[in-house]
């Protein structure tokens, strides 16, 4: 109830310097349902489970100048089962944000990212239940691409939790229907008071690829992409040199009237050597450490996702998507089956709304 309290005294706040003032009173409201039943009882690298869950992000916030704002809010999370809405996450940020550059300071919303990055980097899982950034951004997106860096201070030194931060940042470059990127991420995984030792993880990926939509816009998506997911690990106390495995990763999808195929293919190393690490006989690191996909732990040299998917959108503000997931490691075939509603509302919608003048 602290988050509730200390929201509402900056909802006040706010509201009464947007209306002293020319200033302007800002509001979004992100709404995201998820039901997501993973069968995975015939491979190795992750297990069965369902999440069905929803969120509620109300915020509210001053604007001023050109681009300027100032934002306060709760993330509200509740999973299928529980009694109560619990208040999760008190979000309050800065941002600036013009036609080209963006920049954020605060704990803002993952969804603000505009990079494209691969499971390898974030999982679905992490980027719906980690829904949130702390620190700092800064993007710039022109005529032919984008580019943005990233300060993720997602753990802080007390007791026995460890300190833990990620730079990571994503780029591409378009020319006319062939194009060229990066992901990049390097991740700190710090001790605690009561654990030694500090693991590197760094994980790059450049890729090339072809948009074909540029010929045929009549897709929604067309496009083939190829790139190399190489990591640079070390261990600091237990293992005190770095490890570099690393493999190629083809991409492929298509869309036309919301039905779509996707499917990825990483054929190369296990890029998690150090998930199943133990330390003192308990586990050291696994998601902790690893953010990505399960799968890419794979020990057979493979894996494929392949998602078959239909999304629509209605209106501007709704949009529905459902899917099936097959996940191959080498060892056996995994189902996913997804349903996701997100509903986007703000002040937007009704800034250009004019009542019609009398006659």
Avoid at 167 to 196: D, K, P, Q, W
Avoid at 304 to 325: G, M, N, Q
């Amino acid at each position: 109830m602290g988050y509730l309290r200390i929201a509402a005294v900056c909802a006040a706040l706010l509201l009464c310097s947007a209306t002293a003032s020319a200033q302007r009173f800002l509001w979004n409201v992100d709404f995201d349902f998820k039901f997501d039943n993973k069968e995975y009882a015939d491979v190795e690298h992750d297990a069965s489970v369902t999440n069905f869950t929803a969120r509620l992000t109300p915020q509210i916030g001053l604007g001023w100048g050109r681009g300027n704002a100032l934002m306060v809010g709760v993330d509200f999370l509740n999973d299928m089962g529980r009694n109560t809405y619990v208040a999760r996450e008190m979000i309050v940020y800065y941002k600036y944000q013009d036609d080209r550059f963006g920049v954020y300071f605060g704990r803002f919303p993952r969804r603000n990212l505009i990079g494209t990055y691969s499971n390898a980097f974030f999982s679905d899982y992490i980027s719906y239940y980690d829904s949130n950034l702390d620190g700092l951004m800064g993007q710039y997106t022109g005529s032919h691409g984008y580019v943005e860096l990233v300060l993720d201070w997602n753990s802080m030194l007390v007791g026995d939790q460890r300190e833990k931060f990620s730079i990571f940042s994503a780029g591409r470059l378009n020319y006319g229907a062939f194009y060229g990127g990066y992901n990049a991420r390097m991740y700190h995984h710090a001790g605690s008071e009561t654990v030694r030792g500090v693991v590197d993880n760094i994980l790059i990926y450049p890729f090339a690829g072809a948009d074909f939509t540029h010929y045929l816009p009549q897709f929604s998506a067309l496009y083939f992409q190829v790139g190399w997911l190489q990591t640079f690990q070390n261990d600091r106390a237990y293992v005190g040199r770095y490890v570099t495995p690393g493999g190629i990763q083809l991409e492929a999808r298509v869309e036309r009237w919301g039905f779509g195929i996707y499917n990825s293919l990483y054929l190369g190393g296990n890029l998690m050597p150090y998930y199943e690490s133990t330390v003192a006989g308990q586990p050291a690191y696994g998601q902790g450490l690893y953010t990505g996909e399960p799968f890419y732990r794979t020990d057979k040299g493979i894996y494929d996702r392949l998602e078959i998917y239909w999304t629509h959108k209605f209106l501007s503000d709704i949009a529905l998507t459902v899917s099936a997931v097959q996940h191959y490691d080498g060892d056996g075939w995994g189902w996913q089956q997804k349903l996701e509603l997100q509903i986007y509302l703000s002040d937007r919608m009704f800034r250009n709304f004019r009542k019609p003048s009398e006659e």
